[in-house]
């Protein structure tokens, strides 16, 4: 069964950068599937950051798109997300989630658990 | 830009009883785009339904869905008490994609 887990620091000081990572377990990073983040405020709804496919191909949220840079190590398993310059806005819990090439299947699925990070000094 | 707008923000019901849910597109596409998921406090969304209308894995025929062009439905035929949640719907036609704002399902 796939299982995706995201890792990476929980508190990030205002204009920094926000780096994450998320493992792969149950199945490789090179199938054909898109890699993506998605990311909720507190009590907020979701917003699509971008994705990522097991090439190095990538395609951003245009909102997000001057501060994103999302990365993939197949040898490793795993993609990354760095987001730059970073305030309080960006404060939230970052999902990383699985989907498919063909835009027919493109919903995101499965997801991970989700981790929390806030931007404050 | 396509920007769904569910409705209502909550809804309130009581166990047993059917609950409809509203997602509306500021402009048209295929019903093939559309995913519902259900987010519980402190979980993931989980995917309910893809195509608009296709139940994903293990999901329970109680839940169905429907719709086209602009205007799509979540329909709970009869609420379990574990089906009181946050539901948003999902378009990923069109980059960016997008989601609803969620409609919280609460318990009466």
């Known amino acids: 069964q796939l299982q995706l887990q995201e890792s990476g620091p929980g508190l990030v000081n205002p204009s920094g950068t926000l780096s994450l990572t998320c493992t792969v377990s149950g199945g490789s990073i090179g199938s054909s599937h898109y890699w993506g983040w998605i990311r909720q405020p507190p009590g907020k709804g979701l917003e699509w950051i971008g994705s990522i496919y097991y090439s190095g191909d990538t395609y951003y949220n245009p909102s997000l798109k001057s501060r994103v840079t999302i990365s993939v190590d197949t040898s490793k398993n795993r993609f990354s997300l760095n987001l730059s310059s970073v305030t309080a806005a960006d404060t939230a819990v970052y999902y990383c989630?699985?989907?498919?090439?063909?835009?027919?299947?493109?919903?995101?699925?499965?997801w991970g658990q989700g981790a929390l990070v806030t931007v404050s000094s | 830009e396509i920007v769904l707008t569910q409705s209502p923000g909550t809804l309130s019901l009581s166990p047993g009883e059917r609950a409809t849910l509203s997602c509306r597109a500021s402009q048209s596409f295929s019903s093939t785009y559309l995913a519902w998921y259900q987010q519980k406090p402190g979980q993931a969304p989980r995917l309910l339904i893809s195509g608009a209308s296709s139940r994903a894995t293990g999901i329970p025929d109680r839940f169905s869905g429907g719709g086209s062009g602009t205007d799509f439905t979540l329909t709970i035929s009869r609420l379990e008490p574990e089906d009181f949640a946050v539901y948003y719907c999902q378009q990923y036609g069109r980059s960016p994609y997008t989601f609803g704002q969620g409609t919280k399902l609460e318990i009466k």
């Open positions: 989630a699985r989907r498919a090439v063909s835009a027919a299947m493109g919903w995101f699925d499965p």
